[in-house]
């Protein structure tokens, strides 16, 4: 009797899949005495996967069951669901998915086994005969890094019925899968929405219609995510950005291209300012750079070799033409900046440098433009046009531990200023077909980055081949309010840059020495790092970065004389404060103030004024009665000054 994974595991249906000799098989698999096996559990990562993937197959033959005439595309599990891509004659619709929902129920129900067969080309040619797509994967897109292929062989799942024995249907597939159906909860799965998308994600080829679903182990687990989806939306940036009058994308002005209004600009400054102020505390010098450069300097940089398919097309400009037409001289093509790093290289070495200028720390707010495709572009999170809080250290070799330990420092000290204070590291290494240097540079800037991340004494994480082409990098990654993780500063360091610009400086010895460059962008990018705290916030700013941070609200116009003055002393102390002299009643200013998120509302009426006093009124809804102003003012004035997280 052959011996099966599922043999050696055991256990309930909380088992999915099973790794054996460290790959994730399916639970029919045979294994062998030597094999060493263990279970995977479907609340794993690995295991939820599985249930995710299997869950898109099931959607993917309920489409067909309505759809007949639906083409199959791709299928993977994403992060928290699934998505599963098909060519159809005309869009799903919100009926068309609670039909699904409830066809995918009844597969579901059936118990339908998921059976592994291995077919050669020609049979998955001749099976697939009416999938294009499909056919399409197995010949000259098959090297795509898609669930369907992959491997040493091809591999078809088939859905069979469990009492007939018979195929319901089947997907090219290389898995693995759930036993069978019923391992999939029926109250713990939702088909989210619609969206069309490309096929394998390339604009030149064609839309389909994309299906966006979630599978949980539990119906709780599903109640949970679709609660914490509730609460993301409330939080969203470009929502609240309208509504609290922010920022905003306008149509003529183009794509991912954001311009910020009057109080959008009052929290960008600040956030600038404070951070002006830490760097010139941290020893920073701070330099500008033009937004446009030739081509030639990106050329030096590499950037054109490895990162041209994220910058805009150049401009050909500076070329002499006769009146007759003939050309005198050439253009020169000339491009929008992606990033600062080449300027700021070449400001390093306009003169000759010495060991006592470094480490040279450069830093900038630096505005750059990226070509991000249209369908990836989102909001402030992923803009084409941005600004970088972008510096660059330059030190010895020697020097390069203790900067990169005092730069990771500075950096999470300087974002728990902000209010985010969960973090975890990332250490992404090289890839070595995409990267330039030698082992040994890539081997010392990476274990110098790792030893500079254990001292903070946080969980790090290995992103193996993430790092960029010319050297290894930490990222920080932050936890905002609602447990969501967002990839923040990031910290680089770079052996090819000073070799590519010949940059050196003169050492104690009278000698030429090669710097070591660091890249850092503490924010990411301003337009970022703003969505980020606005959604970590819910746009509730803590007083210090309230665009408005006190609405002094009169309770008849009598007492606006009263409150101007209050308001007078609150600026001289650089409060930033209105007094609403609108005619609505001061209920319905109240509730504006709060619709508002403002930090402190300051309400006076006749007993307020003879007693040199104010109803002092909180964000939250809590209310002090007959504060003195001078107390009041210095309780703002306080909080603010301590960045109090109200």
Request: aromatic share 8%.
């Amino acid at each position: 009797m052959t011996t099966t994974a599922l043999d050696v595991v055991g256990g309930d249906r909380s088992t999915v899949v099973a790794r054996i000799n460290g790959e994730l098989r399916d639970l029919s698999t045979p294994v062998a005495p030597e094999d060493v096996v263990e279970a995977v559990s479907v609340d794993s990562p690995e295991g939820l996967a599985v249930l995710r993937h299997s869950t898109a197959h099931v959607l993917a033959q309920a489409v067909q069951q309505m759809f007949p005439e639906a083409r199959l595309g791709i299928g993977p599990p994403i992060k928290d669901g699934f998505y599963y891509d098909f060519d159809m004659p005309r869009p799903f619709t919100p009926e068309d998915l609670e039909a699904l929902e409830k066809a995918m129920v009844a597969i579901i129900k059936s118990g339908q086994r998921f059976e592994r067969r291995v077919v050669d080309e020609g049979e998955a040619v001749r099976e697939l005969a009416a999938e294009p797509y499909k056919l399409r994967l197995i010949g000259s897109e098959g090297g795509a890094d898609v669930m369907e292929v992959g491997g040493l062989e091809l591999t078809v799942y088939d859905n069979v019925d469990a009492k007939t024995g018979q195929r319901c249907w089947g997907d090219l597939c290389r898995g693995p899968h759930v036993p069978d159906t019923r391992y999939i909860v029926p109250n713990a799965f939702k088909l989210m929405r619609t969206a069309a998308a490309y096929w394998l994600g390339d604009q030149r080829n064609e839309q389909l219609q994309r299906v966006y679903g979630t599978a949980w182990p539990s119906k709780d687990d599903l109640r949970a995510h679709l609660t914490f989806l509730e609460e993301a939306e409330k939080r969203d940036h470009r929502r609240l950005g309208a509504e609290l009058d922010l920022f905003s994308f306008p149509e003529q002005i183009g794509s991912g291209l954001a311009v910020f209004h009057p109080k959008g600009g009052v929290i960008r400054r600040v956030m600038e300012d404070y951070s002006r102020t830490r760097h010139e505390q941290g020893g920073y010098e701070f330099v500008n750079s033009p937004h446009i450069t030739k081509g030639q300097l990106f050329e030096q940089s590499g950037h054109l070799d490895w990162y041209s398919d994220g910058m805009y097309p150049p401009m050909q400009l500076d070329a002499e033409i006769d009146a007759d037409g003939t050309v005198r001289r050439q253009g020169v093509d000339y491009y929008l900046k992606p990033m600062n790093c080449p300027m700021h290289s070449l400001i390093f070495g306009a003169r000759g440098r010495s060991y006592r200028e470094l480490p040279l720390r450069l830093f900038e707010f630096g505005t750059v433009y990226r070509y991000e495709k249209s369908g990836v572009v989102q909001g402030l999170t992923r803009a084409r046009g941005f600004t970088q809080d972008d510096a660059h250290i330059y030190c010895s070799r020697e020097q390069m531990a203790a900067e990169l330990d005092s730069l990771l420092t500075f950096t999470l000290n300087l974002l728990r200023d902000y209010g985010l204070d969960d973090f975890y590291l990332e250490l992404s290494t090289r890839d070595p077909e995409k990267s330039v240097g030698t082992d040994e540079e890539w081997t010392e800037a990476t274990e110098a980055l790792r030893a500079s991340a254990e001292v903070q004494g946080l969980d790090l994480v290995l992103d193996e081949g993430g790092a960029a082409f010319y050297g290894p990098k930490i990222s920080v990654q932050a936890k905002d309010a609602i447990g969501r993780t967002w990839q923040m500063s990031t910290i680089q360091v770079d052996f090819q840059t000073p070799q590519r610009f010949d940059l050196e400086y003169q050492g104690p010895d009278g000698t030429r020495h090669r710097p070591v460059m660091i890249h850092r962008a503490l924010f990411g990018s301003i337009e970022r790092f703003f969505a980020v705290l606005l959604e970590h916030y819910a746009g509730a700013f803590p007083p210090w970065l309230a665009p408005v941070q006190v609405v002094a609200i009169p309770v008849t116009d009598a007492h606006n004389e009263y409150l101007d003055s209050v308001a007078g002393r609150l600026r001289e102390r650089g409060v930033r404060v209105e007094v609403d002299t609108a005619d609505d009643r001061m209920q319905k200013k109240i509730r504006t103030a709060q619709k508002s998120k403002v930090p402190y509302m300051l309400i006076a009426g006749d007993d307020d004024v003879a007693a040199g006093a104010v109803s002092f009124r909180y964000r939250d809804g809590t209310q002090k009665n007959g504060v003195l102003v001078d107390d009041a003012i210095t309780e703002i004035v306080d909080a603010i000054a301590k960045r109090t997280q109200v």
